[in-house]
Nanobody, 124 residues
């Protein structure tokens, strides 16, 4: 089973960019789909983006499509989330998660491994 560590969060102004990284340990990382979720204070954890392990098909929440890009580098056992044109409503703790599945990846229950999260704060 893999272990995940997120990094790259921080404070940025509206319109700015950040690149989150999700580093995985474990030799079977290439056989995991990976998703990014976020959780703002007082709100439920919500899906942001996901990428499958089989075909690298990408999925996005509607509010981030066109601004965020998910990618993976299996040689480095890493998944990235490039976030552009950030808005204050993007402020949250961002988590990456791993799943053996390739469908239903917008749901937290599909994931069996989670990272500890990284804070993203977008100031207005």
């Amino acid at each position: 089973q893999v272990q995940l560590v997120e990094s790259g969060g921080g404070l940025v102004q509206t319109g700015g960019s950040l690149r989150l990284s999700c580093a995985a340990s474990g030799r079977t990382f290439s056989r995991y789909s990976v998703g990014w979720f976020r959780q703002a204070p007082g709100k439920e954890r919500e899906f942001v983006a996901a990428i499958t392990w089989t075909t690298s098909t990408m999925y996005y929440q509607d509010s981030v499509r066109g601004r965020f890009t998910i990618s993976r580098d299996n040689a480095r056992s890493a998944v990235y989330l490039q976030m552009n044109s950030l808005k204050p409503e993007d402020t949250a703790v961002y988590y990456c998660a791993a799943s053996n599945l390739v469908i239903g990846l917008t749901t937290t229950a599909r994931y069996n491994v989670w990272g500890q999260g990284t804070q993203v704060t977008v100031s207005s």
